[in-house]
T-cell receptor, first 114, second 116 residues
């Protein structure tokens, strides 16, 4: 069964460093998303991506964040200069249509900023 | 604006007992509603969804949920809990943007514990 994969499963970085979180969405999906879950808190929407551009982003997704689909299969989230409060679980999701259809989630990358 | 409230951050039941996880939503338009389950160290897995049509929806692992518009609720139930049901459960509502894209708004989650 097709699934969304994410690497790495756990990333530890120093404050101020750049990190890139990688996702491989399901191959025939067209819509891509990033969510995050700070420990003990709810899952929050960060950004949606379609047709090689951001379709919507939340207030969390500031200039330190960027997304890219560099090669037609990977979907990446870059944090330019990490802060302590960026420590969270980051989930990638994809869907094959907009609206009602489910979003398929990856297993997440746990980012720890020291 | 759409929002989701899950009553009870922790629910504990005995094996074989009824599971009831509560979810209320706020939406200015007919909602699309979802329940996701998260097992330890895993991602979010869809249990079931309501879009249109029958208000009682059945999902995987014996779970079902009923959409009640008058109560703005979408509670998740399972007649008989199993030890393997221990996990965190998230209710979510789908929000559509003007361009037709959607995002999920999640509730805070309910951690279900099942004891022998």
């Amino acid at each position: 069964e097709p699934e969304v994969t994410q690497t790495p499963s756990h990333q530890v970085t120093q404050m101020g460093q750049e990190v890139i979180l990688r996702c491989v969405p399901i191959s025939n999906h067209l819509y891509f998303y990033w969510y995050r879950q700070i420990l003990g808190q709810k899952v929050e929407f960060l950004v949606s991506f379609y047709n090689n551009e951001i379709s919507e982003k939340s207030e969390i997704f500031d200039d330190q964040f960027s997304v890219e689909r560099p090669d037609g299969s990977n979907f990446t989230l870059k944090i330019r200069s990490t802060k302590l409060e960026d420590s969270a679980m980051y989930f990638c999701a994809s869907s094959d249509s907009q609206g009602s259809d489910e979003q398929f989630f990856g297993p997440g990358t746990r980012l720890t900023v020291l | 604006a759409q929002s989701v409230t899950q009553l009870g951050s922790h629910v504990s039941v005995s094996e074989g007992a009824l599971v009831l996880l509560r979810c209320n939503y706020s939406s200015s338009v007919p909602p699309y509603l979802f329940w996701y389950v998260q097992y330890p160290n895993q991602g979010l897995q869809l249990l079931l969804k309501y879009t249109t049509g029958a208000t009682l929806v059945k999902g995987i692992n014996g779970f079902e949920a009923e959409f009640k518009k008058s109560e703005t609720s979408f509670h998740l139930t399972k007649p008989s809990a199993h030890m393997s049901d221990a996990a965190e459960y998230f209710c979510a509502v789908s929000v559509q943007f003007s361009g037709g894209y959607n995002k999920l708004i999640f509730g805070a989650g309910t951690r279900l514990a099942v004891h022998p």
